[in-house]
């Protein structure tokens, strides 16, 4: 069986590199630990950087993505969206307008881009903004061919999740990291990484 060579390059926030989760993984981890690879020799590295916004995430992104390619294989994004545009007070336009760049220039470098959006709080007008950035990420995504996870929709209700937040100071522990994974996992991350799922056909 030929093994395929994959360079996944994720950029994002703290969650992305496992803040918060006493097991170290976080959601990214997880959805890694879940992937087959018995033909799929994978290389993830991981460029997270705390409190990022979106405008700081598009000025920083490529130069260090560049230097993890592999300029004759298969490369791969990340793109892990955090709630910072709303904690600074970005407009959802200049929000939007950051992440086209981010994607545009993912595009010029021929680069299948996966889009994870920001999760929910526990603060009701928090959760009012976040829900339009979520919106407007999913379309700027979507509108360009990329895919798009929406963690706030499925997340904003759920109990596990918003327990999970009131018991480590809202931030999400190993239940929340474990949420976001299972979203991302049945989101379309198996076809964009190219291998079956292992849960097809189970009952």
């Given at each position: 069986?030929?093994?395929?060579?994959?360079?996944?390059?994720?950029?994002?926030?703290e969650?992305?590199?496992?803040?918060?989760?006493?097991?170290?993984?976080?959601w990214f981890?997880?959805?890694?630990?879940?992937?087959?690879?018995?033909?799929?020799?994978?290389?993830?590295?991981?460029?997270?950087?705390p409190?990022?916004?979106?405008?700081?995430?598009?000025?920083r992104?490529?130069?260090e993505?560049?230097?993890?390619?592999?300029?004759?294989g298969?490369?791969?994004?990340?793109?892990?969206?955090?709630?910072?545009?709303?904690?600074?007070?970005?407009?959802?336009?200049?929000?939007?307008?950051?992440?086209?760049?981010?994607?545009?220039?993912?595009?010029?470098?021929?680069?299948?881009?996966?889009?994870?959006?920001?999760?929910?709080?526990?603060?009701?007008?928090r959760?009012?903004?976040?829900?339009?950035?979520?919106?407007?990420?999913?379309?700027?995504?979507?509108r360009?061919?990329?895919?798009?996870?929406?963690?706030?929709?499925?997340?904003?209700?759920?109990?596990?999740?918003?327990?999970?937040?009131?018991a480590?100071?809202?931030?999400?522990?190993?239940?929340?990291?474990?949420l976001?994974?299972?979203?991302?996992?049945?989101?379309?991350?198996?076809?964009?990484?190219?291998?079956?799922?292992?849960?097809?056909?189970?009952?």
């Amino acid at each position: 069986m030929d093994t395929r060579s994959l360079r996944l390059v994720a950029i994002g926030d703290e969650l992305l590199a496992g803040h918060g989760d006493p097991r170290a993984l976080g959601w990214f981890g997880r959805v890694l630990s879940k992937t087959p690879q018995d033909s799929l020799d994978l290389s993830p590295y991981v460029l997270a950087n705390p409190h990022e916004t979106t405008e700081v995430l598009a000025d920083r992104w490529l130069g260090e993505a560049q230097r993890r390619f592999d300029l004759e294989g298969d490369n791969r994004l990340v793109v892990a969206l955090s709630g910072a545009d709303e904690r600074a007070g970005l407009s959802t336009a200049r929000s939007r307008l950051n992440l086209a760049n981010i994607l545009d220039a993912a595009t010029q470098l021929s680069l299948n881009a996966f889009v994870v959006g920001p999760p929910p709080t526990l603060d009701a007008d928090r959760n009012r903004r976040l829900a339009q950035l979520s919106t407007a990420f999913g379309d700027v995504t979507t509108r360009r061919n990329h895919f798009y996870v929406d963690t706030f929709t499925p997340l904003e209700a759920h109990e596990q999740w918003r327990s999970d937040l009131a018991a480590h100071n809202g931030i999400p522990g190993q239940q929340g990291h474990g949420l976001m994974a299972w979203l991302v996992l049945h989101r379309g991350w198996y076809p964009w990484i190219g291998v079956a799922d292992p849960n097809a056909g189970t009952v």
